[in-house]
């Protein structure tokens, strides 16, 4: 079992900037691929970025490329999302998620969540 835990989350205004951090931790002694996703008040959970387990593969969706930036520590165990230009239609919680091997869409773990909320 992989336990994924986020922090970061907060209050910030429009056009600000915030890091979110994903520390892994349990059983992780193969590649993992990790990714961020995010869950808008009624809305559905949104595909955000993910990183290869060398961190030299990325992917983004549309709404986020060019504002947020992926990146991945394996000595730390750690994922970051670093997130600027923010918008109010960024608010959401966001989730850490990682995939043994390469990433794909059977995500196998989850972490709870950290809320970002952006005021105008």
């Known amino acids: 079992q992989v336990q994924l835990v986020e922090s970061g989350g907060g209050l910030v205004q429009a056009g600000g900037s915030l890091r979110l951090s994903c520390a892994a931790s349990?059983?992780?002694?193969?590649?993992?691929?990790m990714g961020w996703f995010r869950q808008a008040p009624g809305k559905e959970r949104e595909f955000l970025a993910a990183i290869s387990w060398s961190g030299l593969d990325t992917s983004y969706a549309d709404s986020v490329k060019g504002r947020f930036t992926i990146s991945r520590d394996n000595a730390e165990s750690t994922m970051y999302l670093q997130m600027n230009t923010l918008k109010p239609e960024d608010t959401a919680v966001y989730y850490c998620a990682a995939r043994r091997g390469s990433w794909g869409p059977d995500i196998q773990y989850w972490g709870e969540g950290t809320l970002v909320t952006v005021s105008s």
């Open positions: 349990g059983r992780i002694f193969s590649p993992i691929a």
